[in-house]
């Protein structure tokens, strides 16, 4: 069996013959970002092999250029193992900024709407061997309850029955939402009433850990999406997901698996001994499915019709969780790509109610836009791709240490900030790549039509030598350096024509998007009063950068624009906290009115235009 080795790490791992080499290191400790899904595309799961023999095959070579497969480099997901391996240590998996911000309102009416009983049964005797259940049962009707012989109680909750009644003397506290009994306590022991509201994010997750009774926000922790292992876009993990049983239940099990490692790590902030009583969770469509393990192949294919729109509160037992037993709440979806995360988001912000007009945009993966005029509400979905994220940039990576995330000019020289603390530029993240894009418009670097000038053309435009110098013929046309190579062992960071492309369909997909929803509104751009801009590309980026490429249309000011943090997560809170704000927000599911861009003459339109850049 062959070993594989790294170095300087130590780290190694047995595997049989013929094991995908981005198995292999995920054995040995590494989780290596596959943001095409292990299709061999993006070259992003690239390993330096420091001995041993992996042939550059045709494979390799579609996703790595001949340079990288000369040094040494080679796309692991497009590798197999025939023999002993020395790899160098791939990067370690470093932690990425995760918007935890949770802004919007306060929660109208809290406690979560739990209902808590407490009961005194009499113990059982000889003469008196009534069940436990039903003698808890009756005591609750004693108590008052109506219909306590209706309750459902969860499997877990009554296993645990019996050694609750007797440590605690037959002296119990009864808390449950609706007909169903989350838990049954010791009233001294009861605590807080805890939950936890959940970001299902498509590349990331955020969580948040509340007081139910109070509102107050306990703890705030996050986590990489784990089912990024098979691709960085909703798309792939259902191409993934529709493989078969088997695939679907694995995408199931990695995101309660990390909603419970949320809740976890959560808890260790003080408050282990105390139980989570209720989990909401927001999360787009897809994500949604595969959570409740629901095969989402028909959100793939036109007309994109998805299982449920919304789904009554789901025992987090029925889905595998272990221990304690909360009660799952699922943010209604709009549509088959407008979920739930946009959902919360429009309740948090009250986009629905504010006066005048207002645009909220979610942009990631992919570009949910939600415009309220003239007291009616529009949503729709524009396929943005991953470039924001940082996917399919030639050195594009997450919000992560050794990111570029903001870029400007000042003073005649490129101005760059990194993520990190003395950390050297390792690729660039999403704002990065807006801010790298609207500096070259800027200068003339770029033009209208996207094309990157060549050194000829640009010496016409008589740029400082420090701009100017940047500009360089790539392996694949013009490139512009945005982090010089040191030549002490750094590649450099550059924004190649390719990128350049790959960021021109994502904004125009956003773009054409907005132009489209106003068309309908029948509303001019600079009638727009606010934009809220949610989500970690939203909330990072710069207005101006926005507006000078064109992903916000001419005619609203950047004054107009608002980052709003995590809105999902915000809402999500709400939804979590009040019987109130439940209602409220799934009432916008009659409110809101999804306009379907795919077919549309008018979006196609507005795509081949949005696809150029502003001229002035």
Known sequence: ???????????????????????????????????????????????????????????????????????????????????????????????????????????????????????????????????????????????????????????????????????????????????????????????????????????????????????????????????????????????????????????????????????????????????????????????????????????????FIPCYRAVPPVPASSLGWSGQSPLMLIVPNIAAYVGGDITAGIAAHDVADLPGVTLFLDVGTNGEIVLAANGRVYACAAAAGPAFEGARISQGMRAQPGAIHWLDVADDRLVVKVIGDAVPAKGICGTGLLDAVAALLRTGIIDESGRMLDTDEAEELGLSADLAERLHEGEDGMAYWLERPTGHGDAGVALTQRDVHEFQLAKGAVAAGVKVLLGVAGVAAGEVDRVFLAGGFGSYLRPESAVIVGLLPEGIPAARVEAVGNASLAGTRLYLLSVTERERADALLGRVEYVELSGRDDFQHAFAEEMLFPSG
């Not at 969860?154 to 019996?162: F, G, H, I, N, R």
């Not at 909603?259 to 105390?274: F, H, M, P």
């Open 1 to 303: 069996m062959p070993t594989i080795a790294f170095a300087p790490s130590g780290k190694s791992a047995d595997v049989p013959s013929g094991t995908r080499l981005s198995d292999a290191c995920r054995q040995a400790g590494f989780t290596l970002p596959t943001p095409c899904g292990g299709n061999g595309t993006c070259g992003k799961c690239r390993v330096h092999v420091v001995s041993g023999d992996v042939p550059a095959d045709a494979k390799q070579r579609a996703c790595l250029s001949p340079s990288q497969l000369a040094d040494g480099w080679r796309a692991s997901c497009m590798a197999d193992v025939a023999g002993d391996l020395t790899l160098a240590d791939p990067d370690a998996e470093r932690p990425e900024v995760v918007l935890t911000d949770i802004g919007g309102r306060g929660a109208e009416g809290l406690g979560g709407g739990l209902w808590s009983v407490d009961v005194v049964l009499a113990k059982p005797t000889k003469e008196d061997q009534q069940n436990d259940l039903d003698r808890l049962r009756h005591g609750l009707a004693d108590a008052g309850m109506d219909r306590a012989d209706a309750l459902l109680f969860d499997t877990l909750v009554l296993a645990a029955l019996p050694g609750v009644l007797r440590q605690n003397g037959f002296a119990v506290r009864v808390t449950g939402l609706g007909d169903r009994v989350l838990a049954v306590t010791g009233r001294e022991a009861a605590g807080r009433r805890l939950g936890l509201a959940v970001d299902l994010g498509t590349t990331t997750m955020a969580a948040a850990l509340c007081n139910l009774d109070t509102g107050e926000v306990l703890a705030v922790t996050s986590r990489a999406n784990p089912q990024s292992l098979h691709g960085d876009d909703v798309i792939s993990r259902m191409d993934y997901a529709i493989k078969g049983t088997g695939e679907l239940e694995e995408m199931r099990l990695l995101a309660l698996d990390a909603i419970r490692a949320l809740a976890d790590d959560a808890k260790r902030e003080g408050y282990a001994d105390e139980a989570i009583l209720l989990v909401a969770v927001g999360g787009n469509t897809v994500m949604n499915h595969l959570l409740l393990g629901v095969d989402p192949g028909a959100l793939a294919v036109s007309p």
